[in-house]
């Protein structure tokens, strides 16, 4: 499989790592901040499914991290597997939280833009939530 186009999405938020890692880190936390997800309706252990516009879809946490990861693998309703590279990062005070989106192939530019631009609407959103507290 050739390499994909990325795109690393990024948000700075006044907390602690640790308190951004504690927050994201529970899948149930996605449906207060990650709209694209829809409502959480149960897990079977690392999987979690949730209700999204699009119809059901699963999605597969890694383990808990000590390094702030929180990868993901999100299965759409026709059984496409997306790998979501995310990572909560130490910076001072404070802590950037990074999202990596891949083009999926036969991706059109428009929909890549529209697609980032909803990452970062998410992100800003987590902010607001964590920085509210």
Not at 29 to 54: C, H, M, T, Y
């Amino acid at each position: 499989m050739p390499m994909a186009e990325s795109k690393t999405i990024s948000v700075s938020i006044q907390r602690s790592q640790q308190d951004v890692y504690d927050f994201t880190s529970r899948p149930a936390s996605f449906a207060q901040w990650a709209s694209g997800l829809g409502k959480p309706i149960g897990n079977d252990g690392p999987v979690w499914r949730f209700e999204a516009e699009s119809g059901p879809v699963k999605i597969r946490f890694t383990e808990l991290s000590a390094y702030g990861v929180l990868d993901h693998y999100v299965e759409l309703p026709d059984g496409t597997e997306i790998y979501v590279p995310m990572r909560v990062i130490s910076n001072g005070t404070g802590t950037e939280v990074q999202f990596t989106l891949f083009r999926v192939p036969g991706m059109i530019d428009e929909k890549f833009a529209a697609d980032a631009e909803w990452v970062m609407r998410d992100l800003k959103r987590l902010k607001e939530l964590l920085e509210a507290e």
